[in-house]
T-cell receptor, first 109, second 115 residues
Framework: DAKTTQPTSMDCAEGRAANLPCNHSTISGNEYVYWYRQIHSQGPQYIIHGLKNNETNEMASLIITEDRKSSTLILPHATLRDTAVYYCIARSGNTPLVFGKGTRLSVIA | KAGVTQTPRYLIKTRGQQVTLSCSPISGHRSVSWYQQTPGQGLQFLFEYFSETQRNKGNFPGRFSGRQFSNSRSEMNVSTLELGDSALYLC??????????????FGEGSRLTVL
């Protein structure tokens, strides 16, 4: 599976949109982009995934560039409860989810 | 709908002992994956079971083993415990094995301390 690169940490003001970038320049055509987050001391939580079209659900939006080499997870109105480590993962077929170090998002009041 | 249940939540063992951790997946889910999380190495994949068969295996020594029962419940075992095995062990279930659309639902984990 393709390697992903994320910033180590980011801050966001409460109530503002949090935009978390992910680079996956070596992604192959059959690899999906998955986003998970892990709030301190809890198991990771699925957020969203996509192949090439932009996706939106009740938690977030996923914007994938046309060349699929990068993507952005958008939390439209960040709250303090969104403080967590966010993982971007490229994965295909039956391969396991491989977590990197992720981005530590701190939402500040 | 009940989530993924892991037992025990906390346990303390001494070096050389062995430990068995249990995971009950969400009802109807047939795939169970296990992960180890440590501050130094982060989340590392151990293995995945689907319909009682191991489908994928991570890069861990043979001391780490697992199995899945016909009701999809899974156990993992670590023999001859080492200090470095101290970690949070997370179980996750999904409705299909490695499907591109499948999302993993994680339990709260079993925190193992080896003294």
């Amino acid at each position: 599976d393709a390697k992903t690169t994320q910033p180590t940490s980011m801050d966001c003001a409460e109530g503002r949109a949090a935009n978390l970038p992910c680079n996956h320049s070596t992604i192959s055509g059959n690899e999906y982009v998955y986003w998970y987050r892990q709030i301190h001391s809890q198991g990771p939580q699925y957020i969203i995934h996509g192949l090439k079209n932009n996706e939106t659900n009740e938690m977030a939006s996923l914007i994938i560039t046309e060349d699929r080499k990068s993507s952005t997870l958008i939390l439209p109105h960040a709250t303090l409860r969104d403080t967590a480590v966010y993982y971007c993962i490229a994965r295909s077929g039956n391969t396991p989810l491989v977590f990197g170090k992720g981005t530590r998002l701190s939402v500040i009041a | 709908k009940a989530g993924v249940t892991q037992t025990p939540r906390y346990l303390i063992k001494t070096r050389g002992q062995q430990v068995t951790l249990s995971c009950s997946p969400i009802s109807g889910h047939r795939s169970v994956s296990w992960y180890q999380q440590t501050p130094g190495q982060g989340l590392q994949f151990l293995f995945e079971y689907f319909s009682e068969t191991q489908r994928n295996k991570g890069n861990f020594p043979g001391r780490f083993s697992g199995r899945q029962f016909s009701n999809s419940r899974s156990e993992m075992n670590v023999s001859t415990l080492e200090l470095g095995d101290s970690a949070l062990y997370l179980c996750a279930s999904s409705s299909e094995a490695g499907t591109r659309g499948g999302e993993l639902f994680f339990g709260e984990g079993s925190r193992l301390t080896v003294l």
